[in-house]
Every structure is written in C-alpha cells, then in structure tokens.
C-alpha cells in the first residue's frame, strides 16, 4: 500500500514524464545472511548517485526522461577528482562537499584495517537511481553486476542511494 506521499510522487511523474509510472512494490524481499562473519567477508560498495570517471567512462543519460539503467565499474582507487555526477534529479550538495556520502571507501578501509570488515572489493558499480521504468535494471543490468560480485567472491554489498 503507497502511502499519499508516495501516491502523490507517483501522480506527479505520470503528469510530468511517463503516464505509465507505477511504483514497483515488492511484497517479498529476499533474505540472505552472510556465510560467514563480517571480519572475514568481502564487501563491495554500490551506489545509485550516478558517478562516472569522467576521463574515461561516458557519462548517463540523465537528461532522458526515462533515466538510465546502466551502469559504471569505478576502481577505488580512482581520485575523487576523477569523478563527476551524472544524475540530475537530487541535490548534490553534500555529495560534491563530500564523496563519501556516495562511496566511503576510506571507511570501509578503516573498517578493514580494525578487523571489522575482512576485505574491501576493488570495484564499486554505480547506478543512476532516477528510473521511473526500472524493468531493465531488474531484468538485465542489475543481475550483470550481481553475478559478477558473486563470480569474484563478495559476501555483502554497501548499498548507497541518493
């Protein structure tokens, strides 16, 4: 059940850009617990912000009125000078005052080396989160990116929305 918040968004964007939008409500969501502790896990960090290295990678579509449901493969050891926001439907602010809203990476190296978290994945994916049809990111982009995480081992993934 939407609540008229949420009711009230859905009739906005149904006006503004898709008269088809409905709020996917999922009824059941899958629970998996971790195989092992957190100290000796592999945790991968994922964000919905929409970064892009800007020096190689193009960046999303987020002047499309359906948004973009790819995503970007982002090492962490990219500078965060590298890095630039391709989403346009959020407030960038504390973002561009601190990356770490998106990808906290040097908290999770902190976390690794106190022996919290067993070991910070290479690679963080980035998703633009504005995705009024979302049946592409459901159906294709985001099972590519859970089945890589799972083919190199990662037991939990970060997940940072904007």
């Given at each position: 059940?939407?609540?008229?918040?949420?009711?009230a968004?859905?009739?906005?964007?149904?006006?503004?850009?898709?008269?088809?939008?409905?709020?996917?409500?999922?009824?059941?969501?899958?629970?998996?617990?971790?195989?092992r502790?957190?100290?000796?896990?592999?945790?991968?960090?994922?964000?919905?912000?929409?970064?892009?290295?800007?020096?190689?990678?193009?960046?999303?579509?987020?002047?499309?009125?359906?948004?973009?449901?790819?995503?970007?493969?982002?090492h962490?050891?990219?500078?965060?000078?590298?890095?630039?926001?391709?989403?346009?439907?959020?407030?960038?602010?504390?973002?561009?005052?601190?990356?770490?809203?998106?990808?906290?990476?040097?908290?999770?190296?902190?976390?690794?080396?106190?022996?919290?978290?067993g070991r910070?994945?290479?690679?963080?994916?980035?998703?633009?989160?504005?995705?009024?049809?979302p049946?592409?990111?459901?159906h294709?982009?985001?099972?590519?990116?859970?089945?890589?995480?799972?083919?190199?081992?990662?037991?939990?993934?970060?997940?940072?929305?904007?």
């Amino acid at each position: 059940m939407l609540s008229a918040q949420m009711e009230a968004v859905q009739a906005s964007v149904q006006r503004r850009w898709d008269p088809h939008f409905a709020w996917i409500i999922n009824e059941d969501t899958p629970w998996a617990p971790l195989a092992r502790p957190l100290a000796q896990s592999t945790v991968a960090l994922v964000t919905t912000c929409g970064l892009y290295r800007a020096d190689t990678q193009l960046p999303f579509a987020a002047w499309h009125d359906l948004g973009d449901a790819s995503f970007r493969e982002i090492h962490i050891d990219t500078s965060p000078g590298r890095l630039w926001i391709a989403h346009t439907h959020y407030n960038h602010q504390h973002l561009a005052a601190d990356l770490a809203v998106a990808l906290p990476i040097a908290h999770f190296a902190r976390l690794v080396a106190e022996g919290v978290v067993g070991r910070l994945h290479p690679w963080t994916y980035s998703f633009m989160g504005y995705l009024p049809q979302p049946r592409q990111l459901i159906h294709e982009t985001a099972p590519i990116v859970a089945r890589r995480l799972k083919a190199e081992a990662v037991d939990a993934v970060f997940l940072t929305p904007c």
